[in-house]
């Protein structure tokens, strides 16, 4: 309802309409008194715009305008929200790319040089059963970094004003903490169930859901202890920061799951030290060279997404019922038959007060 009263709303509108003397032009605020009258139905997500005009087409105009330069403006916003998503993005999947490469440019090295191309059978069984472990790495390095780039985005947005996780006590609180120990003990046994089973395991489906159940409860608890935190008048600088708050959050699990991850990895990993050097070399160089190119295509998948998004984005508001044409021979001003009654008892207290003068 703020926004629609804004400039960047209601300027296009003044412009376009006829002004006796440009120098009384109103600005936005004292048009939005004087013409407009923006209501929210009680317990809905119904908007209601009244307009004022000298005729009932101009009423009928400035009310669709409103509506028509405020959903413009929303998709605009959405969109400019992508596209700087997108730009952070690519600046990691440069980096990625890069890691990439250098990590296939020693492996073929290494193996040129120890002629070691491919490990025995049993080496490839035990490396196949480290496979969850490095996928599951991956997935929480491109969590971390996809992260950071919507971190970027909403402070790019937001300019001057800061806010963290920090500002909020959320490492402090007490659900929150124990959500993120939840999802991290999660994540730690969906990988074992992968050591073991395929992805259409129904303990694996249930594995991912009860993760999803978790981190959209941790989503919920970041926004309740953000929004009693902090109060503002613009509900979108609100969102941007409840999603400021929420990816950092999300970062510190995706970082802390890792961590555990790479713990029982470590143990795991005892199981190849019986090999020679040189195939446990060519064994970490080929885990490395896998787990980098699959961070650098996930991340060119997720900046696709938000491309198509971008393409797509519009926000999720529908007009109900477009501006109307008022009833010319019922206008809402002026109230011809009230400022009549008003002026006669006016006149009334008027006369009897000069009456009474005369009188003394």
């Keep these: ?185 999660a994540q730690v046994g969906l990988v074992g169930l992968r050591e073991r089973y395929t992805e259409e395991h129904p303990s694996i489906i249930s594995a991912k859901e009860r993760i999803a159940a978790l981190q959209k409860k941790l989503a919920e608890e970041v926004n309740t202890v953000v929004a009693s935190k902090y109060t503002t008048i613009n509900p979108t600088q609100a969102a941007l920061i409840g999603e400021q708050a929420n990816a950092q959050v999300s970062m510190a699990v995706a970082k802390a799951s890792e961590d555990a991850i790479q713990a029982r990895k470590a143990e795991k990993e005892k199981e190849l030290e019986g090999f020679p050097k040189d195939v446990l070399e060519y064994l970490n160089l080929q885990r490395d060279t896998g787990i980098k190119e699959q961070i650098y295509t996930n991340l060119i998948k997720q900046a696709e997404d938000n491309k198509l998004k971008e393409a797509m984005e519009s926000m999720d508001i529908q007009i109900i019922d477009a501006a109307n044409l008022p009833d010319e021979d019922n206008p809402s001003g002026p109230r011809i038959k009230l400022i009549t009654l008003i002026g006669f008892i006016i006149g009334g207290i008027m006369s009897v007060g000069y009456l009474f003068l005369k009188y003394r």
């Design 1 to 185: 309802m703020e926004l629609m009263k804004s400039r960047r709303v209601l300027e296009p509108i003044i412009n376009d309409m006829e002004w006796e003397d440009e120098k009384k032009k109103p600005e936005a605020e004292a048009f939005a008194k004087k013409y407009l009258d923006i209501k929210n139905t009680k317990q809905t997500n119904l908007i209601t715009v009244t307009a004022k005009g000298r005729t009932p087409e101009e009423a009928q105009k400035i009310s669709q305008g409103v509506v028509d330069n405020f959903l413009t403006l929303q998709t605009d916003m959405n969109q400019q929200t992508q596209s700087l998503l997108v730009k952070f993005l690519e600046t990691r999947i440069e980096e990625a790319k890069k890691d990439a490469e250098e990590a296939r440019t020693k492996f073929a090295q290494y193996q040129q040089e120890h002629k070691v191309y491919s490990p025995d059978e049993q080496a490839k069984a035990i490396v196949a059963k480290m496979n969850a472990f490095d996928e599951a790495i991956s997935n929480m390095q491109v969590q971390e970094k996809s992260n950071q780039a919507k971190l970027d985005a909403i402070n790019a947005k937001l300019g001057d004003i800061r806010s963290s996780s920090q500002n909020y006590n959320i490492n402090d609180n007490e659900n929150v903490m124990n959500l993120r120990k939840q999802i991290v003990e």
